[in-house]
Structures are given as C-alpha cells and as structure tokens.
C-alpha cells in the first residue's frame, strides 16, 4: 500500500518581500498565510488567492485583486497598493513533475541586468539623486518604480552625475543610449512578456547606433529628429558637410524616431521626413542650390567626396568603387537609400543613380552563405504493426499531375489554366504534329516541332513545355542578415490499408469542379515560405 500526500500549490517567492497570502473559502471563512524572506517556498492548498506585502516596519499594503492559481502554463500581473507606490510583480504557473502539485512562481515584475563591465547608475526619472540604483557588472537586481515610467543613465567615472535623457521602458524595444562619459554610449533592451519586464544594459557593438549617414553629394544635408509635432523647435539641427558620414543618435527617445532632413541651411527649411527602414527615393535640388555650386559653403571637389566614402561602412565603399564611371551624376535631383550594410543602418544621399542603384543591389541581393535544397519526387511511408504483420495505413506524396507551363519574361514559367492545361495534354499523347485550334477560344497550338512547342494567340506567340511538381520540396537560404524558409507539398494522400475498411481513404486531395477549372491554374496542396531579416541587430 502507497499513500501520496501532495499540496495542490507551492508557492516560491522571489521578490525580497514579506509576503503574506489569502483566500476567503465558503466553508471556513478568510485564511491567512504568512511567507517570510526567509522560506523558500510554502504549501498552499487553495486555487485562488489574494496577496500583501508586510513591510519591514510591520506596515502592510493593501490586498491585491484576487486572481486564479488553476490554469497550468499562465503567467500574469498583479499589484499591491503602499501608499502612493504600486508594488508590480508576476506570476507564473507550472506543473511539477510529480504532475498533482502546481508551483506558484512569484517574482518582481520589474527587473535590471547589467551586462556591460562598467558600474552603471539608474535614476528614476523625477527622484532624487539620493535614490540612485547602482549596479555592478554581471548583476541582476529588483526594481520598484515609485511613479513614473521613463529612466536615465549614468556611467560613473570620476565621481560625475552627468544622466542620459529619459527612456520609457514599458515596451519592447531597443535602443542606444548617449552618455556625457568616456564611453560614449550603451546598447538597452526592454522585454516585456506576462509577468517580467527585463532592462538589459549592454556594451556597444557594430550596429547599436541607430544609423549612419553618408553625404556623398556635392552639397551639404541637414538634417534632425522629428518632434511630437511640427514644426518642433526644440529638436537640435545637425549639418554633414559633402563627402562626410556621421554616425546619428536619437535626440529624444520619446518623440518619434524619424528623421527629418533637407538640402538647405537657410531660414526657410523644407523638410523630407523619413522612417529608418529599407527604402529609396529622389527629390529635387532646389534651383537656388544648383545656381550657387560654386560657393564653397556648399561645392567640394570630387576627390573630397571620394575620400569621405573612407569613413562608411563596406558596402559603400565597394558600391563606389564599382561605379567607375564618374561623369553621369544628375544635377538636379538627390538619391537616398536606406539599407542595412551587416548590422548597421545606413542612410546614403548622392547625386549619382548608379551609385544609389549599386548600393541598393547590395543590399537587396545578398550572397547566401548556407543555401540547401531538397526535391524528392515522391515520398511514401507505411504504418506497419509489427506485432500482428499488418499494414495500418499509407502515407503518400505523390508528384503532381502533368502541368503545362507557358513563357514568360525572363526565364518565368507560368502554368496554364486546368482546362487549357487538360486540352492540350490530350493532344499531346494523341500524337498530334500541326497546328489545332483550341475550341471554344481564340488560342492555337503549334505541334509541329514537338520539340518546341508553341502558343499562338492574337498578341504573339509562346513557348510551352510540359511538367509536373515534385512531391516534397524544401529549401533553407542563410546570409549575413537574410534567413529565409520554403516548403512545399504538391498531393497528401493517405490510405487505411486494414481490410474491408469502411473508409479505405482517409484524406485525398481532391481536383477543382469543371465550373472552376478554366479559370484556375494548378497549385500544390501546402505551399509556403518564411523570409526573416536581421535589422538594425535587433
């Protein structure tokens, strides 16, 4: 005889408080639980609970709202009301493996991790300086917010409390973060999930910058962040002379993070807004700029140009390179490209489309490191029992029927629709070798040349060839930033191979009704592809 006494909760408790827990039960009234810093955990025999925080002066908060310990997997929130502060912390609950007990996780929903080799000091946007948090390399540590939602930063060398501008840190999100201090800046990422809300500090790596902008005109760019609304005043003005590049931080991380930039320093600024993601365009020079390219405020000459490519990133440097030919540049109209060079965000202006256009291609095109290709006719696989030596079921992928593909630009084969694609197949294995006419269209069919088959219609003529799907078709693409998925499946079809079987086919892929058919081209049954690119080192 085997008796198991088991709780129906534990609860673990990793906030640094004096916890205390309650549920009020029909049968036996309001039941109170006290759990110490000092416990590791305690046994709770309830699926519902309220809970409070006991401070260390004996003080207690107020309850928070009651919520369920029932469902295995769920993770969430709740508050306990000091004062004028709200103590946030999460919830998570698993099951043990001794599979009837549930363990109640209880942490702080609010934590910081400083990842870089540096003493960093966080401050509460609003409070006082004596309520500076300090964290040392490689420590995570609990933080209780008092009232506000936005923090600042400060690296401390020297005894200095110079503090970054605020951030918010209740959203995903990642962002650099300038410091007044011999390092220049660090990189921070906010994970939100249901029950944490995680603040890494991280050292600065190639990409953290949110861009870098390459002048390679002939004229000089100004450019600033965009406000909350415009005209923003309050936004510095920055200026990159021709043939600079400029790494550019956020001036505020509250406003909106776009650029607003133009190819003009004078009193009545137009400015092109822009969204830091991939993208290209063109606008016009303004006759008054073109006129005055003599001026050294705004001309230098090609050389310092060339040599101000020196200070991009690779990508750059090799799409000028390749542009040999230095004498197409249009005067009056400016290109922009945003692109991802590795892990760093780019932002090129240029008089040149053919310099605009190679490091567009670069971007666009990269040359895949991994690139894996599967194709398999056909695949099929039996379900036997062993025991009995009897086959239970059969699972086939088949190749498609016969399709038949016309040409397109290029070297794009595009399949006809089924009814066309059904005529013509007929035709086919009748053997026929001339010229016939589809009915009931306008189309004709050149089978003389059976060889090089041909479509003839009122707009000309195309080449048709006969072919068909694999069953089973994967392919995994890897580069430097690019990670892309496909997969295809042309026909499932699976069998009940037990004898007199009521249903002897279970799942058939089964053809389009005629009605359909003229104006539908073949396709697999699962036909899909996954495209994830790596932006800005995110």
Avoid at 296 to 325: D, E, P, W, Y
């Amino acid at each position: 005889l085997h008796i198991f006494i088991y709780s129906t909760c534990i609860i673990v408790n990793k906030t640094g408080f004096h916890l205390e827990y309650s549920n009020k039960h029909f049968w036996s009234g309001r039941k109170t639980f006290e759990h110490p810093i000092s416990q590791r955990y305690i046994l709770f025999p309830f699926d519902e609970v309220s809970v409070r925080v006991i401070n260390k002066d004996e003080s207690k908060t107020e309850w928070s709202d009651k919520f369920s310990l029932s469902t295995i997997g769920s993770e969430g929130v709740f508050s306990c009301k000091d004062g004028h502060r709200e103590l946030k912390m999460g919830v998570k609950v698993r099951l043990s493996k001794f599979s009837l007990t549930k363990i109640i996780t209880v942490s702080p929903f609010y934590m910081m991790y400083n990842k870089t080799k540096d003493i960093i000091s966080v401050l509460e946007y609003g409070q006082s300086i004596n309520d500076v948090i300090n964290l040392e390399p490689d420590q995570m540590i609990s933080f209780w917010p008092v009232e506000s939602d936005m923090l600042t930063v400060d690296i401390n060398y020297d005894n200095s409390s110079t503090f970054s501008m605020p951030f918010k840190y209740t959203r995903n999100r990642n962002l650099f973060l300038k410091l007044a201090s011999e390092i220049p800046g660090i990189s921070i990422h906010v994970q939100v999930t249901g029950s944490a809300n995680l603040i890494t500090f991280n050292p600065y790596y190639e990409g953290a910058v949110p861009v870098l902008i390459v002048n390679m005109m002939e004229y000089s760019v100004v450019y600033r962040q965009s406000g909350k609304e415009e005209p923003d005043e309050s936004m510095p003005i920055h200026v990159l002379y021709s043939g600079e590049s400029q790494m550019y931080s956020w001036d505020s991380h509250i406003a909106a993070p776009q650029i607003m930039w133009a190819i003009s320093h004078t009193s009545d600024i137009q400015y092109n807004k822009l969204k830091l993601k991939d993208g290209h365009g063109n606008v016009t020079i303004p006759p008054e700029l073109r006129s005055d390219k003599g001026d050294s405020t705004h001309h230098v000459s090609r050389f310092s140009i060339k040599r101000g490519v020196q200070g991009a990133t690779g990508l750059v440097k090799k799409a000028a390179s390749r542009h040999k030919n230095q004498g197409k540049e249009n005067d009056d109209q400016c290109y922009w490209v945003s692109f991802t060079d590795g892990f760093q965000r780019v932002l090129l202006f240029t008089c040149d489309s053919e310099l605009a256009q190679h490091a567009r291609n670069g971007s666009e095109h990269e040359r895949a490191t991994i690139d894996v290709s599967l194709s398999l006719k056909a695949v099929g696989l039996s379900l036997v029992n062993d025991r009995k030596g009897l086959e239970v079921s059969y699972i086939g992928l088949p190749q498609s029927e016969v399709i038949w593909e016309e040409h397109r630009k290029g070297k794009h084969w595009k399949p006809v629709e089924l009814l066309l694609g059904n005529t013509l197949d007929q035709l086919y294995i009748q053997g026929a070798n001339e010229v016939v006419e589809i009915p009931g269209s306008d189309l004709s069919v050149d089978f003389t040349n059976r060889k090089k088959i041909m479509l003839v219609s009122t707009s000309g003529k195309r080449k048709l060839r006969r072919n068909y799907f694999d069953g089973f078709c994967a392919e995994v693409s890897l580069s430097q930033n690019l990670t892309s998925v496909s997969l295809k499946i042309s026909k499932l079809q699976i069998d009940n191979q037990i004898p007199f079987s009521v249903n002897p086919t279970i799942f058939y892929c089964y053809p389009p009704p005629p009605s359909v058919a003229s104006s539908v081209v073949p396709k697999p049954f699962i036909e899909g592809s996954m495209i994830l690119r790596n932006n800005d080192g995110a």
